[in-house]
């Protein structure tokens, strides 16, 4: 499948993110159809919509954990995942895919912590082994980051010793370890018992108050009003309506953004 | 048989059964009432036990007091010169061809997992061809590979000349062709052992891995692997284990080893049953270290696992 690229359509200045076009395809299933999003530097963009709308698609296809069909993505104006060769769109190679997912941080809806590192291994793994600095250099760093998501304490447990809402906030300064420029969060309080979703979200909003750049997909309507600064609504594929959260929020969407709402009683 | 009561369900014990009920309380001449639950009996229990006590009667008539078994002969050969130098064969043979054997199976797992379909479909043929020739036939096929190929030779493309150009024969002797089938054999099995194993760590444990931009063989060594051996460690002692017995084959060959040794004994004495008996010992005993270790390693790559 071949997307032609709007050359005209040159990424604006100061935009970190930009996709242009993206079309992803999960055999017969188009996922994204030809999606345009940009990110701001200290954006905090919420992704809502019904399942299978595309929006954790969307989210994976910034970090190339899903590799796209067609389309451009360019953070700070240099193009992601591709390069143009002639005429020709070329996906670059693994190595330097990885090299450039370190861009961002990425928090699963299934914690994937590593079952085999204490906690406080776990936060250091990235910059350990992929940053390949020693021990010593990042452990202070490491203990910093783990008391900012209130488990200072529990740096020498385990994974399965702790509870859901705790595996996720030690996976948030996992990904926050590497320093990356945007920090993705696939439905981060999805998989939590009811009363663990507050101190999952409660970390998440002092990362957006200190300015941290972050895309969220959520189904956690009162983070989207409160925390976010611009919300994206997905339908089918495509990004149907986005705003301030006062204009989504506050009556001021398309009808089917309001039929949406109403289906998730906010 | 005892019950145990953990320390909290103890406490939940007493607090149903009333502060006045507590144990220290003797001479309240209300009877004191034991609250834990007890397991049941059961009355099939009793066959069971009857079962044993016939399995041990049947076990000390046929092992200990059968004078046929001759562990005079079994004690007398058990530390035999003969006996112990297939031993060292045995041994030397296992090691080396696990050794070759665990080579051959990582490269053909990583062959079948690979991007490339060349690779792929290569690894995929090596399993099929061993799975489908029995280790005798392999074996034999090895050693007599001179009537086929007589020489091995490499040439170099467009100058006239060979990389290495060598007789068969002297190569293949009765024990490289030992080590060698052996360890084809191996590569076969374990490299299915392999891959099932990384095939089974979860899905997400990649994508972490790439998330925070791990190369492929970073996320290998350092997160898919440590996992991975939990989960390959048991089919792959099974195939390890095999090993030792899997040496007795090369006596078609030639090759002198355990069996093979106490075989030639028994030939010229007649002493057939004790001979092999101390041949059994000695893979009892094999079999034993190999399992201690299993279990270490079990342990040791349990981590994180059972807290």
């Given at each position: 499948m071949h997307m032609p690229y709007d050359?005209?359509?040159t990424p604006r200045r100061g935009a970190l993110l930009e996709m242009r076009g993206v079309t992803k395809q999960f055999g017969t299933f188009t996922?994204?159809?030809?999606v345009n999003f940009t990110l701001e530097k200290g954006e905090v963009v919420a992704i809502i919509g019904p399942?299978?709308?595309?929006k954790s698609t969307l989210l994976r296809c910034i970090n190339m954990l899903e590799l796209i069909d067609a389309g451009i993505v360019t953070f700070k104006g240099a193009p992601l995942g591709s390069e143009m060769r002639g005429s020709r769109c070329i996906r670059l190679p693994k190595k330097e895919l990885d090299r450039q997912r370190r861009h961002f941080g990425m928090v699963f809806q299934g914690f994937?912590?590593?079952?085999?590192?204490s906690v406080l291994e776990n936060v250091l793994a990235g910059p350990r082994?992929?940053?390949?600095?020693s021990r010593a250099d990042v452990i202070e760093r490491g203990k910093y980051l783990l008391s900012r998501v209130g488990l200072g304490e529990r740096?020498?447990?385990?994974?399965?010793?702790?509870?859901g809402g705790q595996k996720q906030r030690v996976a948030i300064a996992r990904a926050m370890a590497m320093d990356p420029e945007v920090m993705l969060f696939d439905e981060?309080?999805?998989?939590?018992d009811p009363e663990l979703v507050k101190e999952v979200l409660d970390v998440m909003k002092e990362l957006a108050v200190s300015g941290t750049t972050m895309v969220v997909v959520t189904h956690e309507m009162e983070f989207a009003r409160k925390v976010a600064t611009r919300v994206v609504l997905m339908d089918s594929g495509e990004i149907v309506d986005q705003g301030p959260p006062s204009y989504i929020f506050g009556g001021g969407g398309t009808a089917r953004c309001k039929r949406f709402l109403s289906s998730v009683g906010a | 048989m005892k019950f145990e009561v953990r320390k909290d369900m103890q406490h939940d014990a007493a607090s149903f059964a009333g502060p006045?009920?507590?144990?220290?309380?003797?001479?309240?001449?209300a009877p004191m009432l034991d609250r834990r639950i007890h397991p049941r009996r059961k009355k099939s229990d009793w066959i069971w036990y009857g079962l044993l006590a016939v399995a041990i009667v049947l076990f000390v008539q046929l092992?200990?007091?059968?004078?046929?078994?001759q562990w005079d002969v079994v004690a007398h050969y058990l530390f035999n010169k003969r006996v112990i130098a297939g031993l060292e064969n045995t041994v030397l043979l296992t090691v080396l061809a696990s050794a070759l054997g665990l080579c051959f199976g990582v490269v053909v797992a990583a062959c079948r997992m690979s991007d490339n379909a060349i690779l792929r479909t290569g690894g995929y043929i090596y399993v099929w061809v061993i799975r489908a020739t029995p280790t005798l036939v392999m074996l034999l096929f090895l050693f007599f590979l001179s009537a086929l190929v007589p020489r091995l030779y490499l040439p170099l493309p467009f100058?006239?000349?060979?990389?290495f150009d060598i007789q068969t024969n002297t190569v293949i002797s009765r024990f490289s062709a030992a080590v060698l089938g052996l360890a084809l054999y191996l590569g076969g099995y374990s490299a299915e052992i392999f891959r099932g194993g990384i095939g089974a760590v979860e899905k997400g444990q990649r994508e972490a891995c790439k998330a925070i931009g791990m190369s492929d063989f970073q996320m290998m060594w350092h997160v898919i692997m440590p996992q991975a051996v939990r989960i390959i460690l048991p089919p792959l002692a099974n195939e390890l284990i095999t090993m030792f017995k899997n040496t007795s084959l090369v006596t078609v060959i030639g090759y002198v080893e355990l069996l093979t040794s106490v075989q030639l004994i028994y030939s010229t004495n007649f002493e057939t049953i004790p001979l092999l008996t101390v041949a059994c010992i000695w893979y009892l005993f094999l079999t034993s270290i190999a399992m201690l270790g299993q279990t270490l390693l079990e342990r040791h790559f349990g981590k994180g696992v059972r807290p």
């Open positions: 050359k005209s359509a996922a994204l159809k030809s399942s299978g709308s595309g994937h912590l590593f079952p085999h590192y082994i992929v940053g390949k600095k740096m020498n447990h385990y994974p399965a010793q702790l509870s981060p309080t999805s998989a939590l | 006045r009920r507590l144990g220290s309380n003797k001479s309240n001449s092992v200990v007091e059968n004078p046929r078994w100058v006239h000349a060979n990389l």
